[in-house]
């Protein structure tokens, strides 16, 4: 990230009074939030301990004030943000080939207020690289269906697998997906019955049957750990024409049947999942799949609520709530980039006392 990257942030500041440069501004605000420290007076105190760091880059006579950043924040164009994070994957060099990117939203419960839903946002999320690869709001988690092509449409990704939960289980979002020459795995439930019960029905031969000309692939993983036992059996085969509503899927070529089964002490937990899909049957790679999708609940959810408190923003107003959680999700691909310390929660840690560390991450 250089700072020429800001070029891309067009200021929304009048002409008049501009004390501090657009450029110091946003620097602040980044070096900040990729510190954990994400509230505007935090931002602001974080300026004046670290002044001499900031004038090594910019010119910075002293701190800003809290709402100096606040309007900012606020009035900052999101598209704005959005062609940051695709400067940041053409930097990276990022290549989709065998990737899974999993796509899903995540509710910002804290920016809600008497007269505001809470802001919903759709994100991309690649498991190969870790990173964040495109994010957009979504207006309530009811409009995820019109969102996520959007999403789709903002990747450079080819030859990827892209996963969605339930909710993006949807013959144009699979259209969509194979619009842009990748392959989908959906998850899918009753919000598509007819097809549901048509595949259920479709299984229930087969089996009786023994899947005779129908190609079957099986895969089993074990997980253990603090005291749980997790048992994982994929079943990934074909469709054929014998399912009379394949035709109005694009793509679609076989379904992934997860049996999961869960044993902690003397209690067990069995469930299923279903997912349609436009890979030929190979059940390793349908699992790697769907196991990559829940690194999107796993590492991004978790971080942004755990680590850079997301559920608790102090911006309600504007386009404040979207562009601090689009800040934080692009400080988070920053952090990936530096490997020499395990685990991120000490990056962040590490990039808010030690200047060296910070201009690394930062700069490269």
């Known amino acids: 990230m250089e700072l020429a990257a800001f070029s891309i942030i067009s200021d929304p500041r009048n002409d008049k009074n501009q004390v501090y440069s657009l450029d110091s501004l946003l620097l602040i605000i980044f070096a900040s939030v990729l510190s954990g420290y994400d509230s505007v007076d935090e931002m602001c105190e974080f ?7 900031f004038n090594k880059f910019v010119k910075l006579e002293r701190a800003p004030c809290p709402e100096t950043l606040r309007y900012l924040l606020c009035s900052i164009k999101p598209q704005s943000l959005i062609d940051v994070f695709d400067e940041f994957a053409k930097t990276q060099k990022y290549c989709s080939d065998g ?6 939203g995540k509710t910002m419960k804290g920016t809600a207020t008497s007269s505001t839903e809470a802001l919903h946002v759709i994100s991309a999320w690649s498991s190969q690289y870790g990173i964040t690869l495109a994010a957009l709001e979504s207006k309530g988690k009811k409009n995820e269906i019109k969102t996520i092509p959007e999403v789709i449409d903002l990747l450079d990704a080819r030859k990827a697998v892209i996963t969605t939960d339930a909710m993006g289980c949807q013959k144009a979002i699979a259209s969509k997906i194979i619009e842009s020459k990748n392959d989908y795995v959906l998850q899918i439930k009753g919000n598509q019955r007819r097809l549901f019960n048509e595949i259920k029905a479709f299984h229930h031969l087969q089996c009786r049957e023994g899947f005779d000309n129908v190609s079957i692939e099986t895969y089993e993983e074990i997980d253990k750990g603090h005291g749980r036992l997790e048992q994982r059996k994929y079943t990934h085969f074909a469709l054929t024409d014998w399912v009379d509503n394949k035709a109005e899927w ?6 992934i049947l997860v049996e999961r089964k869960r044993t902690i002490g003397v209690s067990i937990q069995e469930q299923s999942s279903w997912y349609i899909s436009s890979l030929q049957v190979n059940a390793r790679k349908a699992a790697k799949a769907i196991r990559s999708h829940w690194q999107v609940e796993n ?6 609520d755990v680590v850079y408190g997301d559920d608790h923003s102090t911006l309600h107003s504007a386009n404040g709530p979207l562009n601090l959680t689009m800040i934080k999700r692009y400080c988070m691909n920053l952090l990936t980039k530096d490997s020499t310390i395990k685990r991120k929660k000490h ?3 590490a990039s808010a006392v030690d200047d060296t560390f910070r201009e690394k991450l930062l700069f490269g």
């Open 47 to 53: 300026a004046r301990l670290k002044l001499d760091w």
């Open 99 to 104: 990737d899974c990117i999993a796509i899903d």
């Open 250 to 255: 694009r793509g679609l070529k076989s379904v």
């Open 299 to 304: 590492p991004l959810h978790w971080w942004l």
């Open 347 to 349: 990056r962040v840690m």
